[in-house]
């Protein structure tokens, strides 16, 4: 299983829970990065939030069969980030995204911006 279809994956995860503002951030170009991938998104509150992250969960594992190493935010649903080695999945609210501003660090990055599904 490569990077990008665990990407693919982790993104229809998103989708199937409608999280909003989909963005995937591609690192692997650049020599300082954490990682390969950021994916990043958002839902609209804390009961959201937490839905998208345990989809992304369910459904990366049931289709694939990878689960992530680690998983941290679930508790208050405000900022869940998921680690799947070398792609890391953010979930916030709104807000909290607006403040963290992960997409404007990595601006040197290519940035992914995928269509939100209605």
Not at 26 to 43: D, M, Q
Not at 68 to 89: C, K, R
Request: proline content about 2%; charged content about 30%.
């Amino acid at each position: 299983m490569n990077n990008e279809q665990i990407v693919e994956k982790i993104v229809e995860g998103i989708q199937e829970r409608k999280g909003k503002n989909i963005v995937v951030v591609n690192l692997t170009k650049l020599k300082e990065a954490p990682c390969s991938y950021f994916v990043i998104c958002e839902g609209d509150s804390n009961v959201h939030v937490n839905a998208v992250g345990n989809s992304i969960k369910d459904y990366v594992r049931e289709e694939i069969k990878v689960k992530p190493y680690a998983t941290d935010g679930f508790e208050n649903s405000e900022w869940i980030a998921m680690d799947y080695g070398q792609i890391i999945v953010h979930v916030f609210q709104r807000a909290t995204r607006a403040f963290y501003d992960i997409e404007h660090l990595w601006a040197d990055a290519q940035l992914k911006k995928l269509e939100d599904v209605l």
